[in-house]
């Protein structure tokens, strides 16, 4: 992706964003009873950061910036830029650190592998200026340090040049019509977008990194939403069978405007193959030092070293889940390391602050928002029916009115009894809270029809 900012569409496209937000389908949603609320997973809220322009070795500024300037002129900011003296690599000894960094700290979310970076060359085939063996073990790292505690997605096949499927090599035309951030998905059909999806997918399919979701760079997509909803359903479907499909093609950094995952094209909630894709939102800028190494905004965006204000306090507070974006070129910065350094400081200051965080990836959000939106839940006397088109891990509802006794889930010939936590935060699958008025109940709920009964 380029500057964040341009997740609005480059400025030039934003006023028709809005619109295309808005015709998005959401689908089918089940009625919900008066009383039984789901809320955020363990009573806590999501957190995660969202890392864009990552890939194996390459250092995807330094190879896209040049091919930028060509598209967009001699007199664009590109053209400017002193990618000459940018490293070609961002050394795996990084990913490492990073990736270890984050797994003490219970860090989780996404990184992009860009599968044919900038078309440097293709990680399935060969990256030219390294050898074979460097670039298995750099996948080899990607898949043991960093899939545990994050989603691996494409951001489309090259991150520049549009590539001509039927060749495998980019088309001819350097134009913004030909580049991937820019004009190439505008009114491109369902199909043709889920074709190019899937390509990318394949790649990395073919290096053995499953994906259950995909990043758009730049503005692609911003003018086709409903395709891209579509196409990245079908796509993820068709090569990884992913259950839930998911994206990320937007961030709002300020304002009251919500950031909670929008759950879109839901169909089929009551048969054997419910569908639906989720469409997960970033809620900072990219403060972190910017993709082209722009000087960074800093940790008191994200949060004040007091912990009273910033955009990560402002949406936490609010309880929808507070997912940051940055850029990996701005995270390393040319060896500086400067958006890694602040990126610990705000992590510390939100774990000194919060203590009601939950770190998560995008694919558990988004199982999750399709939970809370299409389980269907319906009031019985003796507690709540629930009809889930998809199981979810960590499922959390308050009932109100008087329990008396604890909570018993039922599914098939499984029944389990729910034990009672006198703390909060002490919620995990398989316990109970007691409210003044209310119980919260978190469990993992399982696919199909079950009963929560006192």
């Known amino acids: 992706m380029i500057d964040s900012e341009r997740r609005d569409f480059l400025k030039m496209?934003?006023?028709g964003a809005i619109g295309h937000v808005l015709t998005q389908e959401a689908g089918q949603r089940p009625p919900r009873p008066d009383g039984?609320?789901?809320?955020?997973?363990r009573h806590r809220v999501p957190v995660g950061l969202i890392i864009d322009d990552s890939t194996c070795l390459v250092n995807l500024n330094r190879f896209a910036v040049p091919q930028?300037?060509?598209?967009?002129?001699?007199?664009?900011?590109?053209?400017?830029?002193?990618?000459?003296?940018?490293?070609?690599?961002?050394?795996?000894?990084?990913?490492?650190?990073?990736?270890?960094?984050?797994?003490?700290?219970?860090v989780k979310g996404k990184y992009s592998i860009v599968p044919f970076p900038a078309c440097v060359g293709r990680l399935d085939r060969m990256l030219p200026g390294w050898t074979q063996a460097e670039l298995k073990a750099s996948i080899d790292l990607v898949r043991n340090v960093?899939?545990?505690?994050?989603d691996i997605h494409p951001e489309m096949i090259t991150h520049t040049r549009v590539i001509d499927l039927k060749t495998g090599h980019p088309y001819q035309d350097f134009s913004l019509k030909y580049m991937e951030n820019w004009d190439w998905s505008v009114e491109r059909s369902a199909d043709e977008l889920a074709a190019y999806l899937g390509y990318a997918l394949r790649i990395l399919k073919e290096i053995g990194l499953p994906c259950e979701g995909i990043t758009t760079p730049g503005g692609f997509g911003t003018k086709a939403r409903p395709q891209l909803a579509q196409a990245t359903f079908e796509s993820v479907r068709d090569v990884f069978g992913a259950e839930i499909p998911h994206y990320f093609r937007d961030l709002y950094s300020e304002g009251d405007r919500s950031v909670a995952p929008l759950v879109q094209n839901a169909s089929g909630l009551d048969g054997d193959d419910p569908r639906c894709v989720v469409h997960t939102i970033g809620c900072t800028g990219d403060w972190t030092g910017g993709w082209d190494n722009t000087p960074p905004i800093g940790v008191d965006r994200f949060i004040t070293a007091d912990g009273s204000s910033g955009r990560m306090v402002d949406v936490i507070t609010r309880g929808e889940p507070a997912l940051m974006v940055c850029h990996w070129t701005g995270i390393y910065f040319n060896g500086q390391e400067t958006g890694f350094k602040i990126f610990q400081e705000v992590v510390r200051r939100l774990h000194a602050r919060f203590d009601n965080l939950h770190w998560m990836k995008l694919s558990e959000v988004s199982?999750?928002?399709?939970?809370?939106?299409?389980?269907?839940?319906?009031?019985?006397?003796?507690?709540?029916?629930?009809?889930?088109?998809?199981?979810?891990?960590?499922?959390?509802?308050r009932i109100r009115g008087n329990i008396a006794a604890p909570p018993v889930l039922r599914f098939r010939e499984t029944i389990s009894r729910l034990e009672e936590v006198t703390n909060v935060r002490r919620l995990r699958p398989g316990t109970w809270y007691r409210e003044k008025d209310a119980v919260v109940a978190c469990f993992a709920l399982p696919k199909g029809r079950s009963r929560l009964t006192a």
């Open 367 to 397: 199982r999750y928002w399709a939970a809370k939106e299409l389980t269907r839940i319906e009031r019985a006397p003796d507690g709540v029916v629930l009809n889930a088109p998809f199981a979810c891990p960590e499922f959390t509802l």
């Open 146 to 150: 960093m899939m545990p505690n994050w």
């Open 68 to 106: 930028f300037a060509q598209a967009l002129g001699p007199d664009s900011h590109h053209a400017k830029l002193p990618w000459r003296e940018w490293p070609v690599e961002i050394p795996d000894s990084f990913v490492r650190k990073f990736g270890e960094w984050c797994a003490e700290h219970g």
């Open 13 to 15: 496209m934003a006023g």
């Open 36 to 41: 039984v609320e789901v809320i955020n997973p």
